[in-house]
């Protein structure tokens, strides 16, 4: 069984609860421009410690440290006595539906070697598990929570009363989606929650690196460091009405289009796409259940064949094109959310090709989950992310 606890968490002292220039995507999604953006808005914006740049003779891990130990001298953060957060994300779909998420943040136990009680469903990279180990090491701070997926019925039933105050923090993203969060603390309804998520596992929805930097950090740390024995979790029901999967789309460098269809070829059934490429193209490929290669010089709808079925590790795109992809070892392999993103990089030549996946569904993600797998990096994005700085928590309690 999962085991959520309150936390004393760290938050912006701002009297509005007004967040919208203090807060920011999690690390692994903000873009360039974004990150520039982001730390024009405002010198406290949590941009900065999430991604800290070099300063002189201090590495970015030391200036991390710094600012954040800075700002809860200078009063911009304090702390809470020990709670949960009640958070719930309200946006549009891409048909212009009206959704929302909502679940509970709280100080996560961290499994022990062999535990059932957190499953992961993806793999990881070094590269990225290296960079969050050293932020948390200099910091001592989960600075944005894992999202999980509680297998317990009930628990969006038992959060929505607790919404109907005004929240305590508010925060709108250019797009519009709106961040709100309630601190609870009152006994009962904490164990309340406490119970119902006690009721099963969670499914790591998002955070896999965060999740397992967290255990490395725990195993170094010792018996004695008693906060590194959890990380900050953002728990939400394990319902399709509460989520929205996105696919992570393919970037390849190292073979044209031309050199990729012909190595694809005992791979998939190809078929030329006439239209323009844009967010149309989803629904297309999943009209003939195929993924859509996109070159400069046109497109392809890459149709699995049974080889590929039978040699893939899951029943999804991602594992699909890994099977081709072996065929072509020299190929360079990045991640895009957002199939405009994903046009642009091809139109702008920063690559030579793009593979657009479709969605693994909530239902896949449990299975896999649950079968003690895991699926290739980079297969799912949920949407939308909490946000980062909504809620910071300090292993040192």
Same mark, same amino acid.
């Given at each position: ?23 920011a995507?999690?690390y ?21 410690v999430? /991604? ?22 200078e ?7 020990p709670?949960l ?24 136990? +961290? ?13 990881t ?21 894992i ?7 009930? +628990? ?11 929240? &305590? ?14 601190r609870?603390?009152d006994p ?5 929650? @406490? &119970? ?46 509460q ?29 030329? #796409? ?18 859509? /290669? ?25 594992? @699909?094109?890994?099977?081709? +992809? ?6 360079? #392999? ?7 993103e994903v046009?642009?990089? #091809? ?7 793009? #593979? ?5 569904t909530?239902?896949?993600i449990?299975e896999?989950?649950r ?21 910071? @928590?300090? +292993?040192?309690?």
């Open positions: 069984m999962a085991r959520l606890d309150p936390f004393p968490g760290i938050r912006y002292a701002v009297g509005s609860g007004v967040l919208d220039d203090l807060v995507p999690p692994d999604v903000v873009s360039d421009d974004e990150r520039v953006r982001l730390e024009a808005r405002s010198r406290h914006n949590a941009v900065h999430e /991604l800290p740049r070099d300063d002189g003779e201090r590495d970015r891990y030391e200036v991390a440290a710094g600012l954040f130990g800075r700002w809860r001298d009063r911009v953060l304090e702390v809470d006595p709670s957060y009640v958070y719930r994300m309200r946006y549009d779909d891409e048909a212009g539906h009206r959704r929302s998420t909502i679940g509970v943040i709280g100080a996560l136990a +961290l499994s022990q070697p062999g535990g059932r009680d957190i499953l992961p469903h993806e793999r990279t070094p590269k990225d598990k290296a960079d969050r180990l050293e932020i948390l090491r200099a910091t001592g701070v989960n600075l944005s929570p999202w999980g997926l509680s297998a317990t019925s009930g +628990l969006s039933a038992r959060l929505g009363p607790l919404t109907r105050p005004a929240p &305590d923090a508010r925060a709108t993203e250019d797009t519009g989606v709106v961040h709100e969060l309630w609870v603390d009962a309804v904490v164990d309340d929650l @406490r &119970d119902t998520v006690a009721g099963g596992p969670v499914l790591i929805a998002d955070g896999h690196h965060r999740f397992e930097v967290a255990v490395a950090h725990r195993d170094e740390a010792g018996a004695g460091a008693a906060g590194a024995g959890a990380l900050m979790a953002y728990v939400v029901e394990l319902s399709d009405d989520l929205w999967v996105q696919a992570v789309h393919r970037l390849l460098t190292g073979a044209s289009s031309d050199e990729l269809l012909e190595a694809f070829g005992p791979y998939f059934e190809v078929l030329p #796409v006439e239209e323009e490429v844009d967010v149309g193209i989803l629904s297309r490929m999943a009209e003939v259940a195929a993924l859509c /290669l996109i070159g400069a010089d046109g497109a392809w709808l890459l149709r699995p064949t049974a080889r590929t079925e039978e040699s893939a590790e899951h029943r999804l795109d991602s594992s @699909r094109l890994d099977v081709a +992809l072996a065929a072509v070892p020299a190929v360079e #392999v990045r991640f895009q959310h957002g199939v405009e046009r642009a990089a #091809v139109d702008k030549g920063e690559v030579d090709a793009a #593979v657009l996946l479709r969605p693994a909530v239902a896949q449990a896999v989950s079968g003690g797998a895991r699926m290739p990096p980079k297969t799912t994005f949920f949407y939308p992310k909490p946000r980062t700085g909504m809620v910071f @928590r300090s +292993l040192a309690g």
